[in-house]
């Protein structure tokens, strides 16, 4: 039987001391304001309230900055501000010119992306070498993609006469701040459309870093106005008469409450909401390379990724000896400092955040379920939460239906391809999936009956702005990327 007991990096019995060395990321060359205003008709303006509210630091829990919370007369004015963008400059700017400022931002995303990386680490917790080598890249990947389809919308809706369809209002969620903002306003821009941003009340920093760097690309006022604030400014946004479309990421509970709001107003509308993601393994996959899959599936970005692996499906021949060397492979995993290049784990990206997931893993221990967490020390400051799995889970159990939105792998078995299926789609969510086997066939037998919207194979959390992603039943509808995200964003009548 394989042993069970997790080891240590440090105790391999190889005489060494393999502990890392802190390597902290500088951070000199990010400065951070202590004000922020609101970004409309291209000026950094006051709230009409005068209110603000304090973003922090959830690695450290110190305050880095107070930022403008925006009221409904701010809203209307952002609407009024792209509207007046959309009417005068940008629907009157040629296809060709939309790519250039797109590439401009693009270019000026890479050169300031260790300044944007740091930033986005301070403000939400994500470890450094996320930031670095995945948020940052893919962002400025997303602008250049759409700024090559600017110019060629014909081709993209060949004999369809694409029109831009006006002002766009976008909700995005504090998980991957600067990403979903390239994500939303890449196509958005390509199409011909004018857009108000609202970024997340607990990461607005990068959009805001964003908001100067369209300035730097000479982007015309108005065509991007961005609105920090909290939840109440998202409704009034998403509710204001003047906007014909809405693109919204976030959970489901608001994602539906939006979806009544805009009920009949016919207003076109994207959502892209929660998961309960099966990532499937079968006992003829390469068992070394599926526990990395489900390491990166749902410890990646402290699993606050609503197409996490979260729930791991393993065929009952290979369970134990499976969880046996996931268990040792979480003991390696590095929690701390997200500024450390060296941390895999960071910080859970605020208190609220950290309150649900605590509930949802006391549920599952009330449930029945039998909690691991390896054993590692977690700094006095902060909001932090252990990698943990949990096996001998039911399907019924909370934590095997809910978005838990944290670190937390809930471990159910299956015997059969059938049976696999039929557990993975048992669930109301269906953003995405994993398999994990050497046919091929299987492959492509599982995509098929899968109600997911992206499937990964032999693989886990690839993202590329060429592909489309989005979900089914409660995850949302809706295409981002891809030229299905360019779709959302044109009038083909
Ligand atoms: P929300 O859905 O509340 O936040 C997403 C965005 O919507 C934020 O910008 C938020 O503003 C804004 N918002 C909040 N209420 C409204 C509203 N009524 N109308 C329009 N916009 C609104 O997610 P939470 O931050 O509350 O997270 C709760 C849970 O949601 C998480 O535990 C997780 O399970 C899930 N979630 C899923 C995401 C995904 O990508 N699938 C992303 C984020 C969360 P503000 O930040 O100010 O609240």
């Given at each position: 039987m394989a042993d069970q007991t997790p080891v240590s990096a440090a105790s391999l019995g190889l005489g060494l001391d393999l502990a890392y060395a802190p390597a902290p990321e500088a951070t000199d060359h990010v400065r951070i304001r202590e004000h922020y205003g609101l970004l409309i008709g291209g000026k950094w303006v006051e709230p009409a309230s005068g209110?603000?509210?304090?973003?922090?630091?959830?690695?450290?829990?110190?305050?880095?900055?107070?930022?403008?919370?925006?009221?409904?007369?701010?809203?209307?004015?952002?609407?009024?501000?792209?509207?007046?963008?959309?009417?005068?400059?940008?629907?009157?700017?040629?296809?060709?010119?939309?790519?250039?400022?797109?590439?401009?931002?693009?270019?000026?995303?890479?050169?300031?992306?260790?300044?944007?990386?740091?930033?986005?680490?301070?403000?939400?917790?994500?470890?450094?070498?996320?930031?670095?080598?995945?948020?940052l890249p893919l962002a400025a990947a997303h602008f250049f993609y759409y700024a090559g389809w600017a110019d060629k919308l014909d081709y993209a809706f060949p004999g369809r006469q694409p029109q831009p369809l006006g002002v766009a209002a976008q909700v995005i969620p504090w998980n991957f701040p600067l990403l979903m903002a390239a994500w939303k306003l890449a196509p958005a821009l390509a199409a011909g459309n004018t857009v108000v941003l609202k970024p997340a009340e607990t990461t607005p920093l990068t959009a805001l870093l964003l908001g100067e760097v369209l300035e730097q690309a000479e982007l015309p006022p108005g065509v991007v106005n961005i609105l920090t604030g909290a939840g109440a400014t998202g409704a009034a946004l998403v509710a204001h008469p003047d906007v014909e479309k809405v693109a919204f990421t976030g959970s489901t509970e608001v994602g539906k409450a939006i979806q009544r709001t805009l009920a009949g107003s016919g207003k076109r509308l994207t959502l892209e909401l929660g998961g309960k993601a099966a990532n499937i393994v079968f006992d003829d996959a390469p068992i070394d390379q599926a526990v990395e899959g489900i390491v990166n599936g749902i410890y990646?970005?402290?699993?606050?990724?609503?197409?996490?692996?979260?729930?791991?499906?393993?065929?009952?021949?290979?369970?134990?000896?499976?969880?046996?060397?996931?268990?040792?492979?979480?003991?390696?995993?590095?929690?701390?400092?997200?500024?450390?290049?060296?941390?895999?784990?960071?910080?859970?990206?605020?208190?609220?955040?950290?309150?649900?997931?605590?509930?949802?893993?006391?549920?599952?221990?009330?449930?029945?379920?039998?909690?691991?967490?390896?054993?590692?020390?977690?700094?006095?400051?902060?909001?932090?939460?252990?990698?943990?799995?949990?096996?001998?889970?039911?399907?019924?159990?909370?934590?095997?239906?809910?978005?838990?939105?944290?670190?937390?792998?809930?471990?159910?078995?299956?015997?059969?391809?059938?049976?696999?299926?039929?557990?993975?789609?048992?669930?109301?969510?269906?953003?995405?999936?994993?398999?994990?086997?050497?046919?091929?066939?299987?492959?492509?037998?599982?995509?098929?009956?899968?109600?997911?919207?992206?499937?990964?194979?032999?693989?886990?959390?690839?993202?590329?702005?060429?592909?489309?992603?989005?979900?089914?039943?409660?995850?949302?509808?809706?295409?981002?990327?891809?030229?299905?995200?360019?779709?959302?964003?044109?009038?083909?009548?």
């Open positions: 209110k603000g509210f304090k973003t922090v630091n959830p690695a450290t829990e110190v305050v880095l900055a107070e930022v403008a919370e925006a009221g409904e007369e701010d809203v209307d004015l952002a609407v009024k501000a792209a509207r007046a963008a959309y009417d005068k400059v940008w629907s009157k700017t040629s296809g060709a010119q939309r790519a250039k400022y797109l590439f401009r931002i693009a270019r000026i995303l890479q050169e300031r992306a260790r300044e944007f990386a740091v930033l986005e680490t301070i403000d939400g917790g994500k470890p450094i070498k996320e930031s670095r080598d995945v948020d990646f970005n402290q699993g606050h990724v609503c197409c996490a692996g979260s729930r791991l499906l393993v065929q009952e021949s290979i369970a134990e000896p499976l969880i046996a060397k996931l268990k040792r492979r979480m003991a390696t995993l590095r929690v701390g400092d997200p500024l450390d290049k060296n941390t895999d784990v960071g910080a859970i990206n605020s208190r609220q955040q950290l309150a649900r997931i605590e509930e949802l893993v006391a549920s599952g221990e009330a449930e029945g379920a039998e909690l691991y967490q390896p054993p590692c020390d977690l700094p006095a400051r902060g909001f932090w939460f252990r990698p943990t799995v949990f096996t001998g889970v039911a399907q019924s159990y909370r934590i095997a239906q809910e978005e838990i939105f944290g670190p937390v792998l809930s471990v159910l078995t299956f015997r059969t391809p059938a049976e696999a299926v039929e557990k993975a789609n048992n669930t109301p969510y269906g953003l995405s999936a994993g398999v994990w086997t050497d046919k091929g066939s299987r492959i492509l037998d599982l995509a098929n009956r899968l109600r997911a919207g992206v499937i990964w194979a032999n693989t886990f959390n690839r993202f590329d702005p060429t592909s489309p992603f989005g979900g089914y039943k409660e995850s949302g509808f809706g295409r981002e990327g891809g030229l299905h995200g360019l779709t959302a964003y044109v009038d083909l009548s």
